[in-house]
């Protein structure tokens, strides 16, 4: 019998000499002088340096403000970042933060309240056509400004509803998607695929629309002979833009 140099069990040895027991505690001592090896090549640590107490804080001999003397150590003890506490008395101290939060300070606004302005490149400025300053571009090809921009949609799109009002009311009043599609066969004229029998919408966008062959904001007339059965993401796509208004000519 022989005992085991890991976990000191004793086996039979046989005819051969064995140190371990079995496979497992080979390669456990194995690993263990592996890392003793480690440990004694890595270099020591240095010593760590000894703490040393930063000075005490130099404590005013009068205040700031009003020059006197007496009460400036009233903060002591009490805040752990005073700032600006320990060069003013109770009383000037006081004053001085009422100043601060209500903007009077030197004739100035509060610090939270000064607009800090965004950072623009020289590239993305540009003169406005419609107020004539140098501002930010509302985007890559835009010739106003992003309020002036903002104005120009708004009134732009109020002249479209408007003509498109009242295009509709001089137009034929009995035009709708659904007399449009029985004219039409159901069929869209834009990609010739069948079109469900339902109205066309945001959720809907296979449904039927009345598309106008020449686009309203091209001049185009809500007549019989200017409409046509179309798909709601098929009108969607063409927009105001195609060669569609090709088929009045003959």
């Known amino acids: 019998m022989v005992l085991c140099e890991r976990c000191s069990e004793p086996f039979e040895a046989g ?3 064995k140190r371990f027991c079995s496979e497992r505690c080979r390669s456990r001592a194995e690993r263990s002088r592996r890392q003793a090896r480690q440990r004694a090549a890595k270099p020591p640590k240095p010593p760590k340096p ?27 003890g009490r805040m752990k970042h005073p700032g600006s506490a320990g060069t003013r008395c109770h009383s000037c101290y006081k004053a001085h933060t009422r100043r601060r939060m209500s903007g009077d300070r030197a004739g100035t606004r509060p610090r939270h309240a000064i607009p800090v302005p965004p950072k623009v490149k020289c ?43 009242t295009v509709y ?43 106008h062959i020449l686009p309203l904001t091209l001049g185009g007339e809500h007549v019989w002979a200017n409409v046509a ?13 195609g060669s569609m208004q090709l088929r009045l000519v003959g």
């Open 123 to 165: 590239c993305q400025l540009l003169i406005c056509v419609d107020c004539g300053g140098l501002a930010p571009k509302a985007s890559g090809t835009a010739k106003r400004c992003k309020g002036c921009a903002a104005t120009y949609d708004m009134k732009r799109r109020g002249e479209r509803t408007v003509h498109r009002l």
């Open 15 to 17: 005819a051969a000499i």
């Open 169 to 211: 009311r001089r137009g034929d009043r009995d035009i709708h998607w659904r007399t449009v599609g029985e004219r039409d066969g159901w069929r869209c004229h834009l990609c010739g695929k069948k079109v469900t029998a339902i109205a066309g919408n945001g959720v809907e966008m296979g449904g039927a629309t009345v598309d």
């Open 50 to 76: 000894p703490y040393v107490r930063p000075p005490a804080r130099q404590v005013a001999t009068q205040c700031q403000d009003c020059g006197t003397s007496d009460g400036l150590g009233w903060w002591l």
């Open 229 to 241: 059965l179309a798909h709601r993401s098929c009108n969607v796509s063409r927009g105001n833009r």
